[in-house]
């Protein structure tokens, strides 16, 4: 006879009573580094001023956002690096599709945001999915297309256009991220 292991299981109601940074994702809660490093920060910092920039150029109203807690049903709950939100949040999490969401890889976390994430992103229909690798200063954009995401083919000298909706497309020079 084998034993049944029975795994805890939480929803957004028990994230929201939680100390410190977690992802929840399928019921499982993934515990986030207290801060993360240094270099991670500044190119997190350096990704949200080259969006805002461009959204601003653009006179988009879209805005750009970190560490906002996207809900994607009540058992996942995560927190992208950077995203870009063309709706207006009325709520203490966001429960819809933003256009555009940025995971900066590390040792820790790469596997999740490539295999886990990448999943939950494309199936959630967000419309740019972008990884930004720090050790090899290179950045992923995946369009999704038919439901699935495509990688795109770019050069980080020339400006990438994102169309993020009908009334805003976005021009941003991936070089400037490591700048």
Same mark, same amino acid.
């Given at each position: 006879?084998?034993?049944?292991?029975?795994?805890?299981?939480?929803?957004?109601?028990?994230?929201?009573?939680?100390?410190?940074?977690?992802?929840?994702?399928?019921?499982?809660?993934?515990?986030?580094?207290?801060?993360?490093?240094?270099?991670?920060?500044?190119? &997190? =910092?350096? $990704? @949200? #001023?080259?969006?805002?920039?461009?959204?601003?150029?653009?006179?988009? +109203?879209?805005?750009?956002?970190? %560490?906002?807690?996207?809900?994607?049903?009540?058992?996942?709950?995560?927190?992208?690096?950077?995203?870009?939100?063309?709706?207006?949040?009325?709520?203490?999490?966001?429960?819809?599709?933003?256009?555009? &969401? =940025?995971? $900066? @890889? #590390?040792?820790?976390?790469?596997?999740?945001?490539?295999?886990?994430? +990448?999943?939950?992103?494309?199936? %959630?229909?967000?419309?740019?999915?972008?990884?930004?690798?720090?050790?090899?200063?290179?950045?992923?954009?995946?369009?999704?297309?038919?439901?699935?995401?495509?990688?795109?083919?770019?050069?980080?000298?020339?400006?990438?256009?994102?169309?993020?909706?009908?009334?805003?497309?976005?021009?941003?020079?991936?070089?400037?991220?490591?700048?």
């Amino acid at each position: 006879m084998s034993a049944v292991k029975l795994l805890p299981h939480y929803t957004y109601e028990d994230y929201c009573n939680w100390k410190g940074r977690w992802e929840l994702i399928d019921g499982i809660p993934f515990a986030m580094s207290p801060a993360p490093s240094p270099r991670h920060q500044w190119i &997190v =910092v350096n $990704i @949200l #001023s080259e969006l805002r920039a461009a959204t601003k150029k653009a006179k988009c +109203f879209c805005k750009v956002y970190d %560490f906002v807690d996207l809900k994607v049903e009540e058992e996942t709950i995560l927190q992208p690096d950077a995203s870009i939100i063309c709706g207006s949040i009325y709520k203490k999490y966001v429960d819809f599709a933003p256009e555009l &969401v =940025v995971e $900066i @890889l #590390s040792d820790s976390t790469e596997v999740k945001d490539r295999i886990t994430k +990448f999943s939950i992103y494309e199936k %959630f229909g967000i419309k740019y999915y972008l990884m930004a690798d720090a050790d090899k200063e290179s950045v992923e954009i995946y369009f999704l297309e038919n439901s699935k995401y495509q990688l795109q083919q770019f050069s980080p000298e020339t400006p990438f256009t994102f169309a993020l909706s009908e009334d805003c497309n976005i021009d941003v020079l991936v070089k400037d991220f490591w700048e």
